[in-house]
């Protein structure tokens, strides 16, 4: 039977797959694949998100006016030039749909997010992927790449699943050295976890020039992933096109009403950020005393690395984790199969999990602290 067939470029985009979320044959499982906040949403968060189910036979407001007011708010913001959608993948997306098109590229770094080549492909063009320098972006590199083919350039900053980030200097650097015709995106998802005096999410940018957005989420510090909510900080012409291009009522009530709840929680948010403070430095400082590489991070992550000898690798110790109910996440689609991504939990889940990495490592299917695993 012959079927209709997909615009070219479709075929080639390999689907997004998450974190896992269990292991066949346990029941417990510590899940540490999604870089989902430890301390899960505030709860006038849950609060709001419940009280909106008393009208979910209404449609949302379809302009998320009172999101946008209370991002505006919280950041200083013109709400005019704030676009929200469900999720900042949605946004991306748009943002490609919008800017690129057949014979035309985007540029990404070669271990950035994998929304990137997959939000290029779905719109007809060519994703290339950038070397980075030690791990982070590399902007002499991505400057060098630019062709007259190129739309767009994505750009984490925090990275995932690297954790490393550009100070704002180079970030002012990139934008200065592209063509004004080139947008410059900016996916601040981690913004709340830099806590690095030179870094800024890049919303200056946003206002100096006219080719610059930024993209952030309520899916990770705000503990909303399930709620799938995003927003993007854009010039006026770009927002304008975006509100043209997006669905009418593209962010559920539910979703907006959480949002608007979870950022006048500012006490919830200092403790998540304090939390993933103590604890991205502790679990760093105990898995680099296991005789891993783990290199400082930016986010609420951090990315091990491991030997290349078998049963000593990567995968061994995914595999070895699992059997002990702790997820990590292989990142082998990034361009990293000798390492793992794992994300900050709570204490005792941290505790666990590098008493769990201890046993692989020594050799021992023991676990040598019980109360650690438990």
């Known amino acids: 039977m012959m079927l209709p067939a997909p615009r ?32 899960g949403p505030s709860p006038k968060a849950l609060a709001a998100f419940r009280d909106a189910a008393a009208t979910l036979h209404r449609y949302p407001d379809g302009g998320c ?24 993948d949605e946004l991306l997306g748009l943002l490609a749909r919008a800017y690129v098109g057949p014979g035309e590229e985007t540029l990404y770094t070669a271990h950035g997010f994998l929304i990137y080549p997959i939000a290029t492909r779905a719109a007809g ?49 990139l934008r200065e050295g592209l063509p004004p015709g080139v947008l410059l995106v900016i996916d601040a998802a981690y913004a709340e976890y830099a806590d690095a005096a030179d870094y800024t999410p890049g919303f200056e940018l946003v206002d100096e020039f006219g080719s610059v957005v930024v993209t952030r989420t309520f899916s990770k510090i705000y503990g909303l992933g399930g709620a799938r909510l995003g927003w993007a ?36 948010v200092e403790a998540a950020q304090r939390h993933n403070r103590q604890w991205r430095a502790w679990s760093r400082s105990a898995i680099g005393a296991l005789g891993l590489e783990v290199p400082e991070s930016h986010g609420n992550f951090l990315l091990l690395r491991f030997p290349k000898e078998p ?16 997820i990590a996440r292989r990142v082998t689609s990034y361009g990293l199969p000798d390492r793992l991504r794992v994300t900050i939990g709570l204490e005792t889940e941290m505790r666990g999990f590098v008493a769990a990495l201890s046993d692989f490592i020594g050799g021992t299917d023991e676990p040598r602290d019980r109360w650690a695993d438990r």
């Open 8 to 39: 070219p470029g479709i075929l080639d985009i390999a689907p997004y797959v998450g974190g896992e979320s269990n292991v066949p044959g346990l029941n417990r499982i510590v899940k540490l694949a999604s870089n989902e906040s430890a301390l």
């Open 65 to 88: 006016t009172g999101l946008r007011r209370a991002l505006g708010g919280r950041f200083d913001l013109d709400p005019a030039r704030i676009v929200c959608g469900a999720g900042s």
């Open 125 to 173: 063009a060519l994703p290339r992927a950038v070397p980075e320098h030690h791990l982070r972006a590399d902007v002499d590199a991505l400057l060098a790449a630019v062709t007259p083919a190129t739309r767009i350039v994505f750009l984490a900053n925090p990275n995932n699943p690297t954790g490393t980030y550009l100070p704002a200097a180079e970030m002012r650097r």
């Open 233 to 268: 900080y854009c010039p006026d012409a770009v927002a304008d096109v975006l509100n043209r291009l997006r669905m009418p009522f593209n962010v559920a009530a539910p979703a907006q009403a959480a949002g608007v709840a979870a950022l006048s929680d500012l006490p919830f």
């Open 311 to 326: 049963g000593k690798d990567a995968a061994a110790a995914d595999a070895y984790l699992k059997s002990r109910g702790y």
